[in-house]
């Protein structure tokens, strides 16, 4: 990405900067959540690649209901790892 590029995404289109980042490699995700301004975006950050390119297609942007939905939809330890990540909590393991 130029120079040019970069402050076009920072300044115009923050969203569009915001999606490239999410969908970005590995290591530049994981740099990112380093400086993440809400636990939950730096939680996205630290997940795998395909994860977080899930979420872009399905839920970055279309709102709150959306991204519900997309949680919902995610296997057992993806959800557990939210909630113990992002909201402090403890998963019941019942039964």
Do not use: K, N
Not at 21 to 41: F, G, K, S
């Amino acid at each position: 990405m130029s120079c040019v590029e970069l402050v076009y995404a920072l300044v115009v289109t923050p969203f569009a900067f915001e999606r490239r980042v999410l969908t970005a490699p590995d290591v530049i995700a994981q740099a990112a959540a380093r400086y993440a301004d809400r636990p939950e975006h730096a939680w996205m950050l630290r997940r795998p690649r395909a994860l977080r390119r899930s979420f872009a297609e399905q839920a970055f942007d279309c709102g709150e209901r959306a991204e519900q939905i997309w949680m919902l939809r995610q296997a057992d330890d993806v959800r557990e790892s939210y909630v113990r990540e992002v909201l402090g909590g403890a998963v019941c393991a019942s039964g």
